[in-house]
């Protein structure tokens, strides 16, 4: 079973700085299988980026996604005041289907 | 537009079983995965299980083997997930999605879980 880890936990960051995300799997994954999702208080997860680096629909430019084997990063080149949430990693496998990472929160500084 | 609304709030009693609902509309809803994923207070995303609204085929996280019975009424396109000896452990919300993918095979294309439900509160407490 594969393992994601994120890092930092927390991040700590003001608007308009960049915020840099790590997923590390415990074995390499696909790039076409990992999504990252955003999670704001009280509400549902959104999907962020999908096959390592494609944007989902509606999702600003400042949001981009890079990485392969066991490495992936979600970048947020300037933080919006709205950006400041839980960020989560995802790979999408064989068994089992779905393995999320820990998550990190970014926070206002 | 394209929605899953999910049933409301429930308070279970420990041993007790919970039938959550989502609801699909705007789209067809025999052509799309739905997954269930659970967020106790303060925690990460869990999931818990996938199942294919046309054929009714499924899939279950094994911590949930055994507990958990994911169904679907598709002339209501309404997909079901039951957890079943419920626990305190069991006090989250419950999410369902929609997975955009070809299914899990060797060239398969995932395309993420794009549209999800409000969420659906469980509380278990005696």
């Known amino acids: 079973e594969i393992v994601l880890t994120q890092s930092p936990g927390t991040l700590s960051l003001s608007p308009g700085e960049r915020a840099t995300l790590s997923c590390r799997a415990s074995q390499s994954v696909s790039s076409s299988y990992l999504a990252w999702y955003q999670q704001k208080p009280g509400q549902a997860p959104r999907l962020l980026i999908y096959?390592?680096?494609s944007r989902a629909t509606g999702i600003p430019d400042r949001f981009s996604g890079s990485g392969s084997g066991t490495d992936f990063t979600l970048t947020i080149s300037r933080l919006e005041p709205e950006d400041f949430a839980v960020y989560y990693c995802q790979q999408y496998g064989s068994s089992p289907r779905i393995t999320f990472g820990g998550g990190t929160k970014v926070e206002i500084k | 537009q394209v929605q899953l609304v999910q049933s409301g709030a429930e308070v279970k009693k420990p041993g007790a079983s919970v039938k959550v609902s989502c609801k699909a509309s705007g789209y067809t809803f025999t052509s799309y995965d739905i997954n269930w994923v659970r967020q106790a207070t303060g925690q990460g995303l869990e999931w818990m299980g996938w199942?294919?609204?046309?054929?009714?085929?499924?899939g279950y996280a094994q911590k949930f083997q055994g507990r958990v019975t994911m169904t679907r009424n598709t002339s209501i396109s309404t997909a079901y997930m039951e957890l079943s000896s419920l626990r305190s452990e069991d006090t989250a919300v419950y999410y369902c999605a929609r997975e955009v993918s070809s299914g899990w095979f060797a060239g398969s294309y995932y395309y993420g879980m794009d549209v999800w439900g409000q969420g659906t509160t469980v509380t278990v407490s005696s």
């Open positions: 096959g390592a680096s």
């Open positions: 199942m294919n609204p046309n054929s009714g085929n499924t």
